[in-house]
């Protein structure tokens, strides 16, 4: 089936990434956004897709993303800001406090960002859809998660602040929060490059969540009729009942 164009942030890997390749699949036109050209190129040319080097966080970026998703033609139908990430396990008392603010620039300023430079075309498209993939971390808190939660907290509460005042528009607004996924490099940012520190969260988890399976929830709700607004899906592995509650083979 053919549908029209999607747009994906934070595409060059993980989430982002198996999206962009699961969405070209559902038949969109697929727009990857990332700031790393090189494995953007690769993917897009893999699903047919356009590839747009865009640091989310820069006004200017954004803007030139916008101005492509406008030059091509067809519908933007679609818009899953993906783009985010954590910084550090700092508890609040020795937090560092640029962690913090890359934390809300790349989660919540960048989101609002893109967004914003976008919402139009959606609008346009008469039936449009804004997926937000945010977290967990943003419906409850951690030790040594203050600065990601924070941000997490706050990405979640624009996306319901969204929803609210573009009721009567044809846009949906869709929040989708993931549990614990194990990626090659969510963790490993986080951890600062430690490898060793990067594994622990998933050590004696039979099966977290991949990358795949949030894109096929991104697929899943974005292919419902449109008057189908799913508000929030928070998914978790198997293993993980709650924020703290894991269950390892040890
Ligand atoms: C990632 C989930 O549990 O690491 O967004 O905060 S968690």
């Not at 050209?37 to 803007?63: E, H, N, P, S």
């Not at 700092?90 to 890359?102: C, H, K, L, P, Q």
């Not at 430079?117 to 030790?143: D, F, H, N, R």
Request: with cysteine; charged share 20%.
């Amino acid at each position: 089936m053919s549908r029209g164009i999607a747009v994906v942030t934070g595409a060059s890997s993980g989430i982002g990434a198996a999206t962009a390749r699961r969405l070209a699949t559902e038949g969109f036109t697929v727009v990857a956004a990332a700031r790393r050209a090189d494995r953007l190129q690769k993917l897009a040319a893999d699903i047919g897709g356009v590839a747009v080097a865009c640091d989310i966080t820069r006004q200017a970026d954004v803007d030139a993303l916008a101005e492509k998703v406008a030059s091509l033609p067809g519908e933007l139908e679609l818009l899953v800001n993906n783009a985010g990430g954590a910084f550090g396990f700092d508890y609040v008392a020795e937090s560092d406090i640029d962690d913090w603010r890359r934390m809300y620039e790349v989660n919540v300023i960048g989101t609002v960002q893109v967004t914003k430079a976008l919402l139009p075309a959606l609008t346009a498209s008469g039936a449009g859809t804004i997926v937000v993939v945010s977290s967990t971390a943003g419906l409850g808190v951690y030790e040594g998660g203050g600065g990601y939660t924070a941000a997490k907290h706050a990405e979640t509460a624009l996306t319901g602040t969204l929803r609210l005042e573009l009721c009567g528009d044809p846009v949906r607004v869709i929040e989708i929060d993931p549990g614990m996924v194990k990626t090659d490099e969510f963790s490993l940012v986080r951890n600062r490059g430690d490898a060793e520190a990067a594994a622990k969260p998933y050590a004696g988890v039979a099966e977290p969540l991949v990358a795949e399976d949030i894109a096929d929830c991104v697929a899943w709700v974005a292919t419902r009729p449109h008057h189908v607004n799913v508000d929030r899906l928070v998914v978790r592995p198997l293993a993980q009942a709650a924020q703290h509650k894991v269950h390892r083979e040890l």
